[in-house]
């Protein structure tokens, strides 16, 4: 993957809080993925833009049952964990 070389201005205070953190992977590293991070964030809210657009806001029943789905594939996910794990060709 080519790679160029850019000036950023940073806070100095939270450029010392991340390089801290990162020596191992390096400041280049961290801030590229805190960069696609932010721009698939962006990305996101986007879609959702549109699709409030196209569909309507989404109502407090849908969030809650929203909600409740992902509580129970968490806990699937966690009795999956418990019991050992799962088999290669199983979905996890």
């Known amino acids: 993957m080519a790679t160029k070389k850019v000036t950023v ?3 100095e205070d939270l ?3 991340i390089r801290g953190e990162v020596a191992e992977r390096g400041l280049s590293a961290y801030v590229a993925e805190a ?3 932010k ?3 962006d990305r996101l809210l986007e879609l959702v833009d549109w699709l409030q657009e196209e569909h309507g806001p989404v109502t407090e029943d849908e969030r809650a049952d929203a909600a409740a789905e992902l509580e129970d594939l968490d806990a699937e996910h ?8 799962h088999n290669p060709g199983e979905a996890a």
């Open 9 to 11: 201005t940073i806070p």
């Open 15 to 17: 450029l010392d809080e």
């Open 35 to 37: 960069l696609r991070f």
């Open 39 to 41: 721009r698939d964030r």
């Open 78 to 85: 966690e009795r999956r964990r418990a019991a050992g794990g």
